[in-house]
Structure formats: C-alpha cells, structure tokens
C-alpha cells in the first residue's frame, strides 16, 4: 500500500529568508569596515551587554565556582565521553604513503586547521552541551586556537555552566557575544583574536545565515536549519515513550519537525492520542514550543512494512533517527540517511544530545543524505603529497604530455616535456596526443 499520512504537515522548516539575509548582510559589512567598535555597538543593541567581551581568567574561575558541584560531575562527564568517542574518531584518519609506480610514492597527511570558532547559543536555553560537543572536538583534533563564543544575559554575562564547560573542554578564549556579530568577530580576527578558519555550532537563523554568507572565507560545519527527529516504530514499541520522545524533540522551536513512521495503524493512533496531553503538562516556556511544532509541522505516516518504513526515512534524511522496533541489526545495515541513529528504546535523541559521546551538531533539513555531523574529520585537511626519482617520474610525463596536449593544454605538456629531456637526453617520446 502508499504511504497513508495519519497526520500531515500543514508547515514545513524551509521559509523564505529574504529578509534574514538582508539583515545579516548589512551587519557582517557594518563590522567588516568597523571593526571591533562597530562589532561592540551590535552587541549592546543586540546582546544588550556593554561588560567584559574576552573574559579573564579571574572571570572563569569566579564562574566556575557558582556551578553546583553535582553539575560540574556531569559536564566533566559528558565531555569525557565526547573526548573518548572524538579521539576513537581521530585514529581512523591517518598519515600514509604508497608508491603508486615504481619510483613515484605518493601520500595523505591529516592536519589540523590552526583556528576553530565554536558558538554555543545561550538565549532562552543555556547550551551547556554544545560547548562539550563543539570545544572538545576541536581540541581532540589538533586546533591551536578555539574561541568558544555566547550571547550574555542582559546585564550579566555569559551563563556560568557555558563558561565552565567551555573552559574545561579546551577553549583558549571565551567571548560574550553573540549572534552574528560573534561570527563576524570569529571570522574577522577582532578583540586580537586569531582569524577563524572554521565556524562550528548552532544558532538561530541569523547565525545559520551569516554562516552560509560567510562559507568559502571560512569553513563550516554545516548550514543548519530548525532541528528535526523521525522516529520507527513497529508493534513491539511502547507508546508512551514513543510519544515522550516525540514531544521531548518538539520542544527545540516552534519549527522542529517530528515524525513517527510505523506499520501499526494502532500503535500510531495511541501516540497521536498521547501527545496533546504531554505536551500541555510541559513548562509554559516548552509548551508553547510543542504545541506550534506538533500543529504546524508533525506528520505520522502509516507503510505496509518495515522496507517501506525504511525507505520513507530514507527519503526524509532525518538529523536524529530513533528505531524502536525488532531486529535492531536489520535497521542498522538498512538504514543510510541520518545524522545519528539511535537503535532500541533504551537510547535516545537527548542521550546523544547531551552527554553519550556522539556528537549533536547534525545536518537537518534532508542534509542528511549527503553529508554527517560534526566530528574531528570537520576540523582536519586531508592533504595529499608525493615525490618521485627520475625513473618513477618517466612514465608519469610521458603520460601527463599526451592527455595535456590532448585537453589541449600546451603549457602543462611542457612541465613534462623539459623534465623527460633533462633526464633522458638520449631518449626519444612520443609525446603527442595524434599517435
């Protein structure tokens, strides 16, 4: 049978930003040609902050001691996890050499970028978490130089939880600032800070769009969008987390997405019923998240069976991708477009959202199904190199002078050309692309 929508999606997370990109634009030339008092005059209008941007080292310790003890136990743990799960990352990309021809050795060398801006969001949630997901692959990977950079709170600063976990992942500096004018001071190299040379973390629209703006002067991990999550589930789920697992992910905005795709018309209809009484017991500020998401932009979707279950996900290419249904191993080697998966109901999206080890920058919007999340990986260039003796390089000119010429590319047959003389002056080469 055809996909039969339980519940279709009356929204959906690509709106027209025309006017974001206006704005942004006009903020990133204004601190572009101003430079750090123009950067300064954009975060008192918008982080309505005029205290300290580089913050000290005083500053952090003060911080740190107003974290709660038990709190500081679990960012320490949730970093360790991240930093266990980054460095198994980090040893599946090496350096190595082979010769490719006799004579002619080529190689791979995985190096570093010198300077990673990390933003970690600090508006109406504290982002505890992306400071861990974020500063700690940085440092795991290499970079000399992370800034980690967040909106203070009017009138008092940075949230003491953001600059403590920063701190203790590895950020060399921490700025209180945020929107784009932290991307553009980031980017820019203001306050003395070293030029960035990727750009990491969420953020809301305005920071996803200077982002955008700002790839090919630096890089970055992703154009992100609102957060989505799908969820599989076949008879064997249990409703009731189904359902809280759905609204947990509904919370993130008004535009977050959430899916549930099952081949059980009963197990569907129990969820839908469940969701509008778990959303109303949310906290005022969650709630009205929850509702507009769930209204506007939730779908359920009924398949004949799991192949079909498997390829609806597929083609929705979700950031998170929860299976709670039989034969785990069946959804592992099936399934191909996610940004993290999360087999069995004993794992979750705010497991790795939080503190499990995975990381929880992830491609939305369908990104999915061409690229992942954020790692180590993003913060390596894998260069290449090679060397050659005489022999080795013989058949290699040979080779590059015919299909130089033949692409009709005279000036690079030649690098060729004078290297076969000067090493062979007694040979004779067919070096035309006609024979």
């Known amino acids: 049978m055809p996909r039969e929508y339980l519940k279709k999606a009356t929204l959906t997370s690509r709106s027209d930003a025309t006017e974001t990109k206006e704005i942004v634009r006009g903020i990133l030339d204004d ?12 975060a008192r209008k918008f982080d309505r902050y005029d205290g300290e941007i580089l913050l000290s080292e005083e500053t952090v310790a003060a911080a740190a001691a107003q974290v709660p003890e038990q709190l500081r136990k679990d960012i320490e743990f949730a970093h360790a996890n991240v930093k266990k799960f980054a ?38 949630y504290s982002h505890i978490a992306s400071a861990i997901m974020t500063v700690t692959t940085a440092k795991v990977a290499g970079c000399r130089n992370i800034v980690a950079a967040s909106p203070p709170r009017p009138g008092v600063g940075v949230a003491p939880a953001i600059i403590y976990a920063a701190h203790v992942c590895g950020a060399d ?17 203001l306050f003395g800070l070293p030029k960035a040379n990727i750009l990491v973390g969420p953020g809301n629209q305005f920071v996803a769009e200077a982002k955008r703006m700002l790839f090919g002067r630096v890089g970055i991990d992703m154009i992100a969008g609102p957060t989505d999550s799908l969820i599989l589930a076949d008879k064997t789920a249990d409703p009731m987390i189904v359902a809280t697992d759905l609204v947990g992910q509904a919370e993130h905005g008004y535009n977050s997405p959430v899916w549930l795709v099952t081949d059980d018309r009963a197990l ?48 929705y290419a979700p950031e998170h991708l929860t299976v709670q249904a039989e034969d785990l191993d069946w959804w592992l080697d099936r399934l191909s477009c996610y940004g993290s998966l999360f087999l069995g ?26 690229t992942g999340g954020l790692s180590v990986h993003k913060y390596m260039k894998i260069v290449t190199w090679q060397r050659a003796t005489r022999e080795g390089a013989k058949p290699v000119a040979e080779a590059t002078a015919r299909i130089s010429r033949l692409e009709g590319m005279e000036g690079h047959a030649r690098t060729a050309d004078i290297r076969l003389k000067k090493y062979f002056p007694d040979e004779t080469f067919n070096l035309s692309a006609d024979e």
């Open 345 to 370: 109901e004993e794992t979750t999206v705010a497991f790795g959202d939080k503190a499990s080890g995975t990381n929880h920058v992830l491609p939305t919007s369908g990104a999915a199904s061409y």
């Open 31 to 42: 601190i572009e040609a101003g430079g750090d008092e123009k950067a300064l005059e954009y």
């Open 173 to 189: 500096k921490i700025m209180a600032m945020g929107g784009v004018q932290a991307v553009a001071a980031m980017t820019f190299g």
């Open 87 to 124: 460095e198994a990352q980090l040893a599946t990309v090496g350096n190595f050499e082979v010769e490719v021809v006799p004579g002619l050795i080529a190689g791979q060398k995985a190096i570093p970028v010198h300077a990673a801006g990390c933003y970690v969001p600090g508006g109406r």
């Open 268 to 315: 569907a209809e129990e969820v839908m019923r469940l969701v509008p009484p778990l959303i109303e017991d949310l906290p005022e500020v969650n709630r009205e998240n929850a509702t507009a998401a769930w209204r506007d932009y939730a779908e359920v979707i009924l398949c004949a069976d799991r192949e079909e279950m498997a390829a609806t996900s597929d083609d």
